[in-house]
C-alpha cells in the first residue's frame, strides 16, 4: 500500500519539497486526517462500479483514496502549481487523471465524455473550495449531468441551508433549488482541525442523490426560480409584499395576485420560508395561467 499522502507530516514534506506556499484566495485547506478521508469515501459508497469526479484535488490527499476505490478518476485542478505536484502524488495511481480546470468554465459534459465508458456510475466527491461552494453546487445540478450523487465537504453555515425544512431560519432558494432535484442529507461533520491550515469555520459532509422524480413539477422553471428568489428577497416581509415588488404594484396586477394566491390556496399574509416546494410550485402554475 502506498503511503498516505493526508498525514500531517507527509502533506507539509509534500509541501515543502515542492517550495508551494498555499493560496487562500483558492480555498487552499488541506485535509490531514485519514480517518476522515475514509468516511467521505465510504459516504460516497464508491466503489468499482463508480466513476468520479473530484473537484479541487489539493495535493491528492482525497484524489488517492478515491483512486484505491473506484474505476476512474478525473480531479479539476484550478492552480497550475499544483498540476507537478498532483503528477508526483498520484503516480502510483494511473486510473486519476488531473486537468488543470475552473470547474465553474469548465465544458463538464464533454469532459465526461471524453474521460468516462459511460458504463460506471457517475459521482462527484470533493472538498470544496469553500469560497465559491454555492456557485459550484448550482453549476453541476444546473448543468444536468448524468451524476447519480454527490459527496461533498463545506462548510457547516452552507451545509445547514441545503438541508433546512421550511419555517427555519436557513430555509430559503439555495435549500429549494437543490432539494427540487436532490434527498439531501448531512453524512458527517468535521472539526476545523482536521485541515492545514485551519479553516475558521467547522465543516460537514453532505450527500445529494438525484432523485427520480423532481419533489415538485413546475412546467416553467424559470418562473418558479423567479418566484422562489423574489419571495425572499425581503424574508421578514410577507409574501404579499415580496410578490408586488417582484410583480407590480398596479390595481390590475394586485387583482391577479390575488387570484394566483387564492387559486393556489396561499394566504398573502404568509411569509416566504412558511412555503413548501410543491407550495411554490402551485403558486408558480397560478401566476403563469394569470399570465405572469
Ligand atoms: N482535495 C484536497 C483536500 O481535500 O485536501 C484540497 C481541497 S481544498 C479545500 C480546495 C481545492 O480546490 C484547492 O486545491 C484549490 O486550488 C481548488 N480550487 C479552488 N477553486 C477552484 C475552481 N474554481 N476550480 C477547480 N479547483 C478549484
Avoid: C
Wanted: net charge negative.
Amino acid at each position: 500500500e502506498q503511503p498516505r499522502i493526508a498525514t500531517p507530516s507527509e502533506t507539509n514534506a509534500i509541501l515543502k519539497r515542492h517550495g508551494f506556499k498555499l493560496k487562500k484566495s483558492l480555498g487552499q485547506n488541506f485535509l490531514t486526517n485519514p480517518a476522515i478521508l475514509s468516511r467521505i469515501v465510504a459516504a460516497g459508497d464508491v466503489g468499482p462500479d463508480d466513476d468520479v469526479i473530484e473537484i479541487g484535488p489539493g495535493i491528492g490527499a482525497l484524489t488517492q483514496y478515491l483512486a484505491e476505490a473506484a474505476h476512474q478518476v478525473l480531479a479539476l485542478e484550478i492552480d497550475e502549481r499544483l498540476i507537478p505536484v498532483l503528477a508526483e502524488t498520484l503516480a502510483p495511481y494511473p486510473n486519476a487523471t488531473v486537468v488543470e480546470a475552473d470547474v465553474l468554465q469548465a465544458d463538464l459534459a464533454t469532459l465526461i465524455r471524453d474521460h468516462f465508458d459511460g458504463e460506471h456510475t457517475l459521482k462527484v466527491v470533493a472538498n470544496l473550495p469553500y469560497y465559491i461552494t454555492t456557485p459550484i453546487l448550482m453549476h453541476l445540478i444546473e448543468a444536468h449531468l448524468p451524476i447519480a450523487s454527490y459527496v461533498v465537504m463545506m462548510q457547516k453555515e452552507v451545509a445547514d441551508r441545503l438541508v433546512a425544512e421550511p419555517n427555519s431560519k436557513d430555509y430559503g432558494s439555495l435549500s429549494i433549488g437543490v432539494q427540487q432535484t436532490m434527498d439531501v442529507a448531512v453524512a458527517f461533520e468535521v472539526k476545523r482541525t482536521s485541515f492545514v491550515p485551519a479553516p475558521n469555520v467547522d465543516s460537514a459532509i453532505i450527500k445529494l442523490t438525484t432523485r427520480e422524480e423532481p419533489r415538485a413539477q413546475v412546467s416553467d422553471q424559470e418562473a418558479f426560480d423567479k418566484l422562489v428568489r423574489g419571495s425572499f428577497k425581503a424574508r421578514r416581509k410577507t409574501l404579499w409584499n415580496n410578490l408586488q415588488n417582484l410583480y407590480g404594484k398596479e390595481p390590475e396586477i394586485k387583482e391577479r395576485l390575488t387570484k394566483a394566491l387564492d387559486a393556489a390556496t396561499i394566504k398573502p399574509s404568509q411569509r416566504a420560508e412558511q412555503l413548501s416546494i410543491s407550495d411554490f410550485a402551485r403558486l408558480t402554475e397560478a401566476l403563469l395561467v394569470e399570465g405572469f
